[in-house]
């Protein structure tokens, strides 16, 4: 079946701008996790959501991120006032969301943001 | 606090044997290994829970010692596709359910030459 999509791929934008990443999890997965991966690192959590409701964002750098999952599957990572040091590439992640499955996650490809 | 890998890079023959290493300063509740190619999605490879429970692809073995908090991914007979960088993501102890959340090393670069 098909795996996790991410949109845009690629991304770039000026400083100070607006910027939406989506996600669209596996079908029927209930946890949704978003992480930050900068170059020749790990990727770094930043928020997770079950079903609708973000469950921890204690991962999210400061208020200028914020992300949504308004019906439980396609989420969306918001941006504002985009800074150079936001350039990053962004995953999701998906898991089926019970403990059964140990909560083994699938990645989407990314979105690779550029600040200029 | 991010887990330390080690080495942070490994280069082999193909059909040589490696291992990784993953240490915490934390009590882990699991421990969880991927395999990233160079502008690609990490793949999932092993989750290893305290307890001794483990799920992974039949190819991949590791082990994972509770007491010392450390995780080793065992990479045998090496194939040309084995290379990538493999990260360790733990998840901590905590008094609530276990949801995933994951703090990646910084990651170990395979390469495997014919």
């Known amino acids: 079946g098909a795996g996790v999509s991410q949109t845009p791929s690629n991304k770039v934008t000026e400083k100070g701008k607006y910027v939406e990443l989506r996600c669209d999890p596996i079908?029927?997965?209930?946890?949704l996790y978003w992480y930050r991966q900068s170059l020749g690192q790990g990727p770094e959590f930043l928020i997770y959501?079950?079903?609708?409701?973000?469950?921890?964002d204690s991962g999210l750098p400061n208020d200028r991120f914020f992300a949504v999952r308004p019906e439980g599957s396609v989420s969306t990572l918001k941006i504002q006032r985009t800074e150079r040091g936001d350039s990053a590439v962004y995953l999701c992640?998906?898991?089926?969301?019970?403990?059964?499955?140990?909560?083994?996650?699938?990645f989407g490809p990314g979105t690779r943001l550029t600040v200029l | 606090q991010q887990p330390v890998q080690s080495p942070q890079a490994v280069i082999l023959r193909e059909g040589e044997d490696a291992v990784i290493n993953c240490s915490s300063s934390?009590?882990?509740?699991?421990v969880h290994w991927y395999r990233q190619k160079h502008g690609e999605a990490p793949v999932f490879l092993m989750i290893?829970?305290?307890?001794?429970e483990q799920k992974g692809h039949e190819k991949i073995s590791a082990s994972f010692n509770e007491k010392k908090q450390q995780s080793s991914l065992y990479l045998t007979a090496s194939q040309l596709s084995y290379s990538g960088t493999y990260f360790c993501?733990?998840?901590?102890?905590?008094?609530?359910?276990?949801?995933?959340?994951?703090?990646f090393g910084q990651g170990t670069i395979l390469t495997v030459h014919p």
């Open positions: 992640a998906s898991s089926l969301g019970t403990v059964i499955d140990y909560n083994e996650q699938f």
């Open positions: 079908s029927g997965h209930t946890a």
């Open positions: 959501f079950q079903g609708t409701g973000a469950a921890d």
């Open positions: 934390k009590a882990l509740y699991s």
């Open positions: 290893l829970l305290k307890g001794g």
């Open positions: 993501g733990t998840e901590k102890v905590t008094g609530g359910t276990s949801y995933g959340k994951l703090t």
